[in-house]
């Protein structure tokens, strides 16, 4: 909090940054000197006793002006004493937790309004004894309205003297409105966040196969041929195509097309590794990218593709069709479109050999 000064005319002189909890310490301490001084002028023809009583009124003035504040700002005191366990509330605490501000609390009043409303307020706050400065609380009960209010407490460990009484003072706001809004920001966020990553999915798969479409593949291909190239990791590319695809389309119509390249997705993607990387990139064509597959593997798998779809996508009501495959291994130099051209050479060499098999990039 900032309290600002002013002179007489009314002119603001400038800022004191203060804590509420030092204020109100420090307004009962010269409150209780005043009381002592007074008691000790004598002889002094009641000039001290008089001075005295005009401070005490410009004081009191002060603590006026503070419960104003306190009520304007919507916040509360608490004070707190280990030895006894004695609690103080300001009318703003009173009022935070639903009670008339000018409530008469008896000794035991506070611990059963807090321990009805499920809060460990002085166990929180016993838990930082030591600790110097000032520190957070927070928690949350059930206000009259039956609406949940979120609290946040600025507390510090008080001890004036030697022999005084070590308490603990804490300023107390209620920042329900301040957390409903933090909350809505966070979800709001988690929605952004959801949907941009959905956008993201949508954007790199093919929206009939639900495989990774042409840009997905040959962003994740040049970094996997970059990695292969700096760090000597292997890999290898698959490209395989539906052989006689037109023939489909004429013979059984756009819709049993269709049909054919989501069944041979679904065989690929079962038979394909885990690591790998499945997608279609355009008409009949697609392509698997295989991260630490020698030339040798990379057959392998390619021949598992091969006879996958060959035997199953023989069963139903879709007409049955066979794949050419084209294999390469990742050599020094290649970059993604290198690697992808050999893979494409190979294809085309297995569809001139009579297709329905694999060859290996030369």
């Given at each position: 909090?900032?309290?600002?000064?002013?002179?007489?005319?009314?002119?603001?002189?400038?800022?004191?940054?203060v804590?509420?909890?030092?204020?109100?310490?420090?307004?009962?301490?010269?409150?209780?000197?005043?009381?002592?001084?007074?008691?000790?002028?004598?002889?002094?023809?009641?000039?001290?006793?008089?001075?005295?009583?005009?401070?005490?009124?410009?004081?009191?003035?002060?603590?006026?002006?503070?419960?104003?504040?306190?009520?304007?700002?919507?916040?509360?005191?608490?004070?707190?004493?280990?030895?006894?366990?004695?609690?103080?509330?300001s009318?703003?605490?009173?009022?935070?937790?639903?009670?008339?501000?000018?409530?008469?609390?008896?000794?035991?009043?506070?611990?059963?309004?807090?321990?009805?409303?499920?809060?460990?307020?002085?166990?929180?706050?016993?838990?930082?004894?030591?600790?110097?400065?000032?520190f957070?609380?927070?928690?949350?009960?059930?206000?009259?309205?039956?609406?949940?209010?979120?609290?946040?407490?600025?507390?510090?460990?008080?001890?004036?003297?030697?022999?005084?009484?070590?308490?603990?003072?804490g300023?107390?706001f209620?920042?329900?409105?301040?957390?409903?809004?933090?909350?809505?920001?966070?979800?709001?966020?988690?929605?952004?966040?959801?949907?941009?990553?959905?956008?993201?999915?949508?954007?790199?798969?093919?929206?009939?196969?639900?495989?990774?479409?042409?840009?997905?593949?040959?962003?994740?291909?040049?970094?996997?041929?970059?990695?292969?190239?700096?760090?000597?990791?292997?890999?290898?590319?698959?490209?395989?195509?539906i052989?006689?695809?037109?023939?489909?389309?004429?013979?059984?119509?756009?819709?049993?097309?269709?049909?054919?390249?989501?069944?041979?997705?679904?065989?690929?993607?079962?038979?394909?590794?885990?690591?790998?990387?499945?997608?279609?990139?355009?008409?009949?064509?697609?392509?698997?990218v295989?991260?630490?597959?020698?030339?040798?593997?990379?057959?392998?798998?390619?021949?598992?593709?091969?006879?996958?779809?060959?035997?199953?996508?023989?069963?139903?009501?879709?007409?049955?069709?066979?794949?050419?495959?084209?294999?390469?291994?990742?050599?020094?130099?290649?970059?993604?479109?290198?690697?992808?051209a050999?893979?494409?050479?190979?294809?085309?060499?297995?569809?001139?050999g009579?297709?329905?098999?694999?060859?290996?990039?030369?």
């Amino acid at each position: 909090m900032v309290i600002r000064a002013f002179d007489l005319a009314g002119a603001m002189t400038g800022p004191v940054s203060v804590s509420l909890a030092a204020l109100v310490v420090a307004l009962a301490m010269a409150l209780c000197l005043l009381g002592r001084a007074a008691s000790r002028d004598k002889g002094h023809n009641g000039t001290l006793t008089r001075l005295l009583r005009r401070r005490g009124r410009k004081l009191a003035e002060i603590l006026r002006l503070f419960d104003m504040a306190e009520e304007i700002a919507n916040l509360g005191v608490w004070q707190y004493w280990p030895d006894d366990g004695r609690q103080e509330w300001s009318a703003g605490m009173k009022g935070l937790f639903g009670l008339d501000p000018q409530t008469e609390m008896l000794p035991g009043d506070a611990e059963t309004i807090l321990a009805t409303n499920g809060v460990e307020l002085v166990g929180q706050v016993m838990s930082r004894r030591g600790r110097k400065g000032t520190f957070n609380v927070s928690f949350s009960f059930n206000g009259l309205d039956g609406l949940e209010r979120e609290f946040r407490m600025r507390a510090c460990h008080v001890r004036q003297g030697v022999r005084a009484r070590p308490h603990v003072v804490g300023v107390l706001f209620d920042v329900t409105d301040i957390a409903r809004r933090e909350k809505r920001l966070r979800q709001s966020q988690e929605i952004a966040v959801r949907e941009a990553k959905k956008a993201r999915r949508l954007a790199e798969t093919d929206p009939l196969t639900g495989l990774a479409n042409r840009r997905r593949v040959m962003t994740e291909l040049d970094r996997l041929v970059m990695r292969s190239r700096d760090g000597g990791e292997m890999l290898s590319l698959i490209i395989f195509d539906i052989d006689h695809f037109k023939r489909v389309n004429d013979t059984f119509g756009h819709p049993a097309g269709d049909e054919v390249l989501q069944k041979i997705a679904r065989i690929a993607a079962q038979h394909a590794r885990a690591g790998d990387l499945l997608g279609r990139i355009g008409g009949e064509e697609f392509i698997c990218v295989a991260p630490g597959a020698d030339q040798h593997l990379a057959g392998l798998i390619a021949e598992r593709l091969r006879l996958a779809i060959a035997m199953e996508s023989a069963a139903g009501a879709v007409p049955p069709v066979t794949v050419s495959l084209g294999i390469a291994s990742c050599e020094n130099g290649d970059t993604a479109l290198s690697l992808f051209a050999r893979a494409d050479r190979a294809l085309y060499q297995a569809k001139e050999g009579g297709r329905n098999r694999a060859r290996l990039a030369a």
